[in-house]
């Protein structure tokens, strides 16, 4: 299955253009962003007002965060499953983390609650990249790595007991499926369509074609949006496998709706990830003189 990417017609409003005319490009990538941020926000959210009880959503997510507060609950949750899950002294051995329940937004407290969330962090093993800074939570102003650290968590407490999100359930289902096909990948030039099946051990496994599913149907949509030469070109190999232009990638149906790519040790939307894998895909600016303009996907701010 041969794919391409559709062109986007976006047009210049104020929000991105100054008195000149010229577009703010690093805006337009923190649009961009931000909007590939939303179905990991939905994911975390329906899994935090699961696990703690409490009302969250994509759209209130660092509202209700803000505080602190919560992020302490789910780090005194974490640690006293830990504890019940493998009665090691070494869970005894890290403080828990004390908190002001009635913290209030904005404050003082705010921050000393998200410190001591962080500094119980720290002491639990997460990583350094895996942190955020208490004024990133408190003001808003590090989504990204709240989400980053709130997923490690979750990886974490999976290991415990706790149900994870589905992004989580989609990189244990990855690394089981990993383990069990070894792979032989050899290098593939990104200008040949990849036969489905064509990397299974046997001929008579190479003729038995994956069920179209609903994952499968969605990246088709994608990849048929454009038919211009040179297009990436996008395969199945498997059901949730696929060859992007010689790269090998894991690609998942998240809440029926958001198709997500597995990079490196997290997620991606598949749209975020091909403009910027894409070499022939560009975003085109229409401004108000009718004029347009074209960057191309390669050289906007990762």
Known sequence: MEGAIQRQDIDVDDTLADDSGSVDFQLLAHEE???????????????????????????????????????CQLAQLLQRKSQESTGSMECFRVKGVRFRENAKSGTWFARDNTANFLTWCRAWGVKEECLFESEGLVLHKQERSVILCLLELARLGSKYGIEPPGLVKFENEIEEEESIIPQFITP????????EGALLPSPAAKRRRPKTSKLHLEVERFAQKCTCPGCLQISRISEGKYNVGGKIVFIRLLKGKHLMVRVGGGWDTFEHFLSRHDPCRVLEFKR???????????????
């Open 33 to 71: 962003q931000t909007k590939a941020l939303i179905p990991l926000k939905e994911d975390l959210a329906d899994w935090l007002a699961k696990t703690l009880n409490i009302d969250i959503n994509a759209d209130n997510f660092l509202d209700v965060l803000d505080n602190g507060v919560y992020i």
């Open 188 to 195: 593939i030039n990104k200008h040949v369509l990849i036969e």
């Open 288 to 302: 108000e003189d009718g004029k347009f303009l074209f960057i191309q996907g390669k050289y906007k701010s990762p």
